[in-house]
């Protein structure tokens, strides 16, 4: 490829990669409390892009309903919690069934829809009147630009969250242990739901980018399974190391789908990712430990 179609797919694939990055980060938020893989965060990211298109088609406005579509996944993520997690915590359920639960609500979403609107595609209106910008032969997306500045922008205000806040630190101490922080006066069931509304945040925020750049149909959720992929590839409990694989992961698609198509590059980076998990089972930037008996 010339440079400035590898510098195009790049700038693409980067791009798409910081969603990827959010839906990392939104995944292994839940996983560092709770301890169990929620891959119920791909219904979310469905129900938050079909919310965010029957929005924008009566209001198109790119802010506002960006915005309400990124609360109403947040509430969407406590609900999940408090009508699907909680009850089963409560009693004690093993971390089986919590995987089990949370399959269950992405299939279920994902056949709700599919029963009520088919298999149908639903583009966003477009927002903007300029859909490019070019500098000489290289061309940018605004659509990709958006995603590339919003994704950077959300993990930016994340990190300070996590860092400088109470709530932030509220849930890096639940991170740690869960149980302990309950005897500092922390109401763990609280920073539970915090977790869950910055999950939810963050897939609406993934559910709409994703329906804007693309449309909306029933399997968008199945797309977070990349997202997942990222957490895991970076090392699950490592929120950095979920946002560099995500935009590695990106970068990498991008430029195997101009060179060999889309169905290799599919074989090609799942193999190469069950190589890498091979190679270091604790992701990139996870910590490999030894339990002593």
Request: a positive charge.
């Amino acid at each position: 490829m010339e440079a400035s179609v590898i510098l195009q797919q790049v700038f693409n694939g980067v791009s798409l990669g910081g969603v990827y990055a959010l839906e990392a980060v939104g995944f292994g938020i839940v996983f560092n409390i709770l301890k169990f893989s929620n891959l119920s965060h791909g219904g979310v990211v469905a129900i938050t892009a079909y919310f965010g298109y029957f929005i924008s088609r009566h209001y198109p406005h790119f802010v506002v309903t960006l915005i309400i579509t990124t609360l109403f996944g947040g509430f969407v993520g406590v609900a999940i919690e408090k009508l699907i997690f909680r009850p089963i915590r409560l009693k004690g359920a093993p971390l089986t069934l919590f995987l089990v639960n949370s399959v269950t609500a992405a299939m279920l979403v994902q056949q709700f829809f599919a029963a009520a609107w088919g298999d149908q595609y639903y583009p966003y209106p477009v927002f903007m009147k300029k859909t490019a910008l070019n500098f000489g032969n290289f061309t940018v997306s605004t659509t990709y630009l958006l995603m590339l500045v919003i994704s950077a922008v959300v993990l930016l205000l994340l990190s300070y969250v996590l860092r400088r806040t109470k709530i932030g630190i509220a849930l890096r101490a639940a991170s740690t242990d869960i149980w302990t922080p309950n005897l500092m006066g922390i109401n763990v069931d609280f920073v539970i739901s915090a977790a869950f509304f910055i999950a939810g945040v963050l897939g609406g925020i993934t559910g709409y980018l994703l329906g804007m750049t693309y449309s909306v149909d029933p399997f968008i959720g199945s797309m977070a399974l990349k997202g997942i992929l990222a957490a895991i590839i970076g090392g699950i409990g490592s929120l950095g190391g979920g946002v560099v694989a995500g935009l590695l992961f990106g970068a990498v698609e991008s430029l195997f789908v101009a060179e060999i198509g889309s169905s290799l590059t599919q074989i090609v980076i799942y193999f190469g990712i069950f190589v890498l998990l091979l190679v270091r089972p604790e992701g990139i930037a996870g910590k490999r430990y030894i339990i002593k008996a």
